[in-house]
């Protein structure tokens, strides 16, 4: 970082504010992979790979939980890794790289990561590239280490209920924003757009990012996800955490 946010910790409330409006249980879904992050690490500092990591919400969970941990976030929208770069300081560091790209394993340390975790990010990616993302994800945690991944997995059972909880959570969060209880996704970025600090970051944004870049989201049913992570090679696979139409899938390596 070449300099720090001067008010880090309001940009990150106000992430986290945005973002739990989106997603009413967010909080639940981080507790449930951190108790899996304790649940295989022995002592007090676990290393954690914060993966698509953004303003490194999860990594600072972590360290709230485990002062001692050692975290990177690994992200690539600009605007986001400033923020987690002010946020985290000395604490851990903030990687620029390209999950689409097989190449991202290079920029990490060397060490094997005793946990990696990620949570709605994922979806941008198509199948295929999340299927071998899944094998390079493996490759560097540690044997017993775990990989975590919360986003949009439906219950393929039910998919009638699964269709009405989405759209309930839709009419709920409409209404927050109708009452100015919550800024939405484009209000966030409008605002971020307008921050002395952050603007210059946002215009990089737009080139990572472009408006006329088309974006098919991928959210396959949770058992397409266990099936991908068994064939990666990860002895054990499963659901870790469900929250209506959202779940959490975990591997352990």
Do not use: C
Not at 130 to 157: K, T
């Amino acid at each position: 970082m070449s300099a720090y946010l001067k008010n880090p910790v309001v940009w990150q409330e106000s992430w986290d504010r945005q973002q739990q409006a989106f997603m009413p249980d967010r909080e639940e879904r981080f507790a449930a992979m951190l108790d899996a992050v304790a649940a295989v690490t022995e002592g007090d500092a676990p290393r954690l790979l914060d993966l698509a990591g953004g303003t490194g919400s999860i990594s600072l969970r972590l360290l709230a939980r485990f002062p001692r941990a050692r975290v990177t976030v690994l992200d690539q929208d600009p605007v986001l890794m400033a923020i987690a770069g002010s946020s985290l300081r000395d604490r851990g560091s903030v990687i620029d790289a390209d999950l689409s790209d097989s190449g991202w394993r290079a920029k990490l340390p060397a060490e094997p990561f005793d946990a990696v975790l990620t949570a709605t990010a994922l979806h941008w990616l198509p199948a295929d590239r999340i299927s071998a993302l899944y094998a390079e994800i493996r490759e560097v945690l540690r044997p017993g280490g775990v990989f975590a991944n919360a986003d949009h997995m439906e219950d393929e059972d039910l998919p009638e209920l699964s269709e009405k909880l989405r759209d309930h959570r839709a009419a709920e969060r409409d209404a927050r924003y109708a009452a100015g209880a919550a800024t939405s996704w484009p209000q966030w970025w409008d605002r971020a757009a307008a921050d002395e600090q952050l603007a210059p970051k946002a215009a990089q944004r737009a080139l990572v990012y472009p408006a006329n870049r088309h974006h098919q989201e991928w959210n396959p049913p949770v058992t397409w996800h266990v099936e991908m992570l068994r064939q990666a090679g990860f002895r054990e696979a499963g659901v870790l955490w469900r929250g209506g139409p959202d779940a959490a899938v975990a591997g352990i390596r």
